[in-house]
């Protein structure tokens, strides 16, 4: 991802929220999401991301399509210095975002996202790729359990436009010949 995919990383992120989450957030919450606002939160955090995260973007024919993000695990237990991790490499990776243009979901665009960043979290030396996903979002869960997630059994709920929703959070090993083949679609990575 470049400074110059901004603002159709955004449209993509805020119209995937928009078709994702119907009826699993306060519609009155999705109807007020903006994609100037979002490209303008963006831009303003584009130059201070930390160089451990990686924002991938799908494009077809000269166009974002997609966009994922990966970097360290956040959570406390599985994050840098937890206890059941070696000191000081981290080896847990997320897998942050992952958002496809909605009238391409089903075309290979979200299974080239996921190569992409399942390669570049085993170029970090991430040994497992964790997310998190809203427990009724089934569409996404289905497609993270194709790609080799479990849940762990963590739960965590936010609250989103004054309802609770709650996530889970999903977990995959990663070793060399566990990288998929990415489809058609191509992939520019950047930190």
């Given at each position: ?83 059941e991790l070696p000191a ?97 679609s191509s992939s520019r990575?950047?930190?």
């Open positions: 991802m470049t400074a110059a995919d901004v603002d159709a990383v955004s449209a993509v992120r805020v119209r995937g929220w928009q078709k994702a989450y119907r009826g699993l957030m306060p519609q009155a919450y999705l109807d007020a999401m903006s994609v100037a606002a979002d490209a303008e939160r963006r831009r303003s955090r584009f130059g201070r991301r930390s160089p451990e995260v990686s924002d991938l973007v799908a494009e077809r024919d000269g166009a974002v399509v997609g966009w994922a993000s990966v970097g360290p695990a956040r959570d406390p237990d599985i994050a840098p210095g937890a206890e000081p490499r981290p080896t847990a990776g997320e897998l942050l975002a992952l958002y496809v243009a909605p009238d391409l979901i089903g075309t290979g665009v979200g299974r080239a996202l996921m190569a992409a960043g399942t390669a570049d979290a085993q170029a970090k030396g991430f040994h497992t790729l964790y997310l998190w996903v809203v427990r009724g979002n089934t569409r996404a869960r289905r497609f993270y359990e194709r790609a080799g997630f479990v849940p762990d059994g963590a739960e965590e709920a936010h609250e989103v436009g004054g309802r609770s929703v709650p996530e889970l959070r999903y977990r995959r090993r990663l070793t060399p010949e566990s990288a998929p083949p990415a489809p058609g990575a950047g930190s």
